[in-house]
């Protein structure tokens, strides 16, 4: 089993939509997760973190359940600007070094 | 604070070059990480240094590559005898020791090799 597991999309999604990210991870040791968004050509930033069972910021929500090794991202009332590859990141499993997935990619349009 | 500053943004070099990138940290930031990313993939860890100590080194790092952060603040990645497959994006992060997994990363850097 792949360390980090997202579906790749695209997702394309109206303007105004629900959309929401599946992530699984295979290392049950790990303490916090985050989600990071990449714009086409540009570096990762930091969206959410995740230390508990789940963290909410605004139309963005992240949900965790470590029974399943499972985390998500829903994005409400989706806008042009949410148009990007969002990566799913658990962390702390006995390292320093975040293990990114391959990335889901959001389109969203008009 | 400018952020993560790489340089340069781009770089094309021959089949069997050396090439040098380098890395500035936020100031403050005593953490910092090497990533590379290639097309359709998540960034894949390289290297990780806390202050000037080089902690920890992916099995990607081959021996043509090597990383350094002689004063514990910039860091320079050296890819000895470029191969085709060295064509990448090369990312630089940096975090605090306070603040787990709350990377900020550099514009990287990215390398085409022909």
């Known amino acids: 089993r792949k360390e980090v597991e997202q579906d790749p999309g695209p997702f394309n999604v109206p303007e105004g939509a629900t959309v929401a990210f599946n992530c699984t991870y295979s290392?049950?040791?790990?303490?916090?997760f985050f989600w990071y968004r990449q714009d086409c050509r540009k570096e990762p930033k930091l969206l959410m973190s995740?230390?508990?069972s789940g963290n909410e910021d605004g139309r963005f929500t992240a949900q965790l359940n470590r029974a399943s090794q499972y985390i998500s991202l829903l994005i409400r009332d989706s806008k042009l600007s949410d148009s990007a590859t969002y990566l799913c990141?658990?962390?702390?499993?006995?390292?320093?070094?975040?293990?990114f997935g391959k990335g889901t990619k959001l389109s969203v349009i008009p | 604070d400018t952020g993560v500053s790489q340089n340069p943004r781009h770089k094309i070099t021959k089949r069997g070059q050396n090439v040098t990138f380098r890395c500035d940290p936020i100031?403050?930031?005593?953490?910092l990480y090497w990533y590379r990313q290639t097309l359709g993939q998540g960034p894949e860890f390289l290297t990780y240094?806390?202050?000037?100590?080089?902690?920890?080194k992916s099995r990607l790092l081959s021996d043509r590559f090597s990383a350094e952060r002689p004063k514990g603040s910039f860091s320079t990645l050296e890819i000895q005898r470029t191969e085709q497959g060295d064509s990448a994006m090369y990312l630089c992060?940096?975090?605090?020791?306070?603040?787990?997994?709350?990377?900020?990363f550099g514009s990287g850097t990215r390398l085409t090799v022909v």
């Open positions: 240094f806390q202050n000037e100590a080089q902690l920890e």
């Open positions: 990141v658990p962390w702390g499993a006995g390292s320093y070094q975040l293990t």
């Open positions: 100031s403050e930031h005593n953490r």
């Open positions: 995740v230390y508990s």
């Open positions: 992060a940096s975090s605090h020791l306070d603040r787990e997994g709350g990377y900020t």
């Open positions: 290392n049950s040791a790990s303490q916090s």
